[in-house]
């Protein structure tokens, strides 16, 4: 897989917009950009994912750039309850390679009031 | 929505006891995964099964192992347990076949094993 690249962490103020960037610049052209977040000792939680173009859903958006090599996931208007630990993922898809969601370092990110 | 069960939630064991975490997938997820998750650490891909079938393999000791049964559901076995394996363990599960590109994976609550 990839390897990501992610800020250890980052703050955002409460009704703003969280901007998390990734850059992921060895990904290769059949591989999807994951993000999943963990609030604190909860499972991880699916938020969105991508290929190349942008996405959006209910809980956020997913902008990757023109070559892929990096992303951003954007939460419009952070709450607290978005503090979590946020994770960039991205996967190989190949029958004959291990590529199930492998977590590295993510980024703690910290909605103050 | 049913979500994946865990249990136990929390297990304390001594040095070189066994366990056994269990997972209850999805209804209609045919796939599941473990991950561990040590204090202040990532999540670690342990071995996730498809169709009651191994999958893939990651970073699980040789005195762990795991099954898929005939309903889904999944166990976790470790053996000769030492202090470095308390950790928070997740199961996940995902209704797509392995390998697949937009599988989805869902989280359980996990069980913290705590090994004294």
């Known amino acids: 897989d990839a390897k990501t690249t992610q800020p250890p962490s980052m703050d955002c103020a409460e009704g703003r917009a969280a901007n998390l960037p990734c850059n992921h610049s060895?990904?290769?052209?059949?591989?999807?950009v994951y993000w999943y977040r963990q609030i604190h000792s909860q499972g991880p939680q699916y938020i969105i994912h991508g290929l190349k173009n942008n996405e959006t859903n209910e809980m956020a958006s997913l902008i990757i750039t023109e070559d892929r090599k990096s992303s951003t996931l954007i939460l419009p208007h952070a709450t607290l309850r978005d503090t979590a630990v946020y994770y960039c993922?991205?996967?190989?898809?190949?029958?004959?390679?291990?590529?199930?969601?492998?977590f590295g370092a993510g980024t703690r990110l910290t909605v103050k009031p | 929505a049913a979500g994946v069960i865990q249990s136990p939630r929390h297990l304390i064991k001594e040095k070189r006891e066994t366990a056994t975490l269990k997972c209850y997938p999805i209804?209609?997820?045919?796939?599941v995964y473990w991950y561990q998750q040590g204090p202040g650490q990532d999540p670690q891909f342990l071995i996730s099964f498809y169709e009651k079938m191994q999958s893939d393999k990651g970073s699980i000791p040789d005195r762990f192992s795991a099954q898929q049964f005939s309903d889904y559901h999944s166990e976790l076995n470790m053996s000769s347990l030492e202090l470095g394996d308390s950790a928070l363990y997740f199961c996940a599960s995902s209704s797509n076949r392995p390998k697949s590109l937009n599988e989805k994976l869902f989280f359980g609550s996990g069980t913290q094993l705590s090994v004294l």
């Open positions: 993922i991205v996967r190989v898809v190949s029958v004959y390679n291990n590529n199930d969601m492998r």
């Open positions: 060895t990904i290769s052209g059949n591989e999807y």
């Open positions: 209804p209609r997820h045919d796939t």
